[in-house]
């Protein structure tokens, strides 16, 4: 089992910037590939972004390409989501999720661990 706990959610102006952080526990973290994903108000959950277990290759959607930076710091067992020129559209919760998946996985299926998320809200 792998535990997700996001954090670093909160409102902020459009063209603001948050830091999102997801901090795993439970099984060895560098053996997963990591997303964020995230859930508007009667929308579907949307892949945001991915990175490889080593944190070498990152893959985006592109609605958040150039906006969005994910990252991850092994040693902490933490991965980040670095949000900037924020758009109202972005307003959403956010989640973490963990996978074995060798492949880039966009789909919600391919991730078999999940955070309880974190709300962000930007305003206009």
């Known amino acids: 089992q792998v535990q997700l706990v996001e954090s670093g959610g909160g409102l902020v102006q459009a063209g603001g910037s948050l830091r999102l952080s997801c901090a795993a526990s439970g099984r060895t973290f560098s053996n997963y590939r990591m997303a964020w994903f995230r859930q508007a108000p009667g929308k579907e959950r949307d892949f945001v972004s991915t990175?490889?277990?080593?944190?070498?290759?990152?893959y985006y959607a592109d609605s958040v390409k150039g906006r969005f930076t994910i990252s991850r710091d092994n040693a902490k067992a933490t991965v980040y989501l670095q949000m900037n020129s924020l758009k109202p559209e972005d307003t959403a919760i956010y989640y973490c999720?963990?996978?074995?998946?060798?492949?880039?996985?966009?789909?919600?299926?391919?991730?078999?661990?999940w955070g309880q998320g974190t709300q962000v809200t930007v305003s206009s």
């Open positions: 990175i490889t277990r080593g944190g070498t290759s990152t």
């Open positions: 999720a963990a996978s074995s998946i060798t492949y880039i996985g966009t789909a919600r299926n391919d991730y078999g661990y």
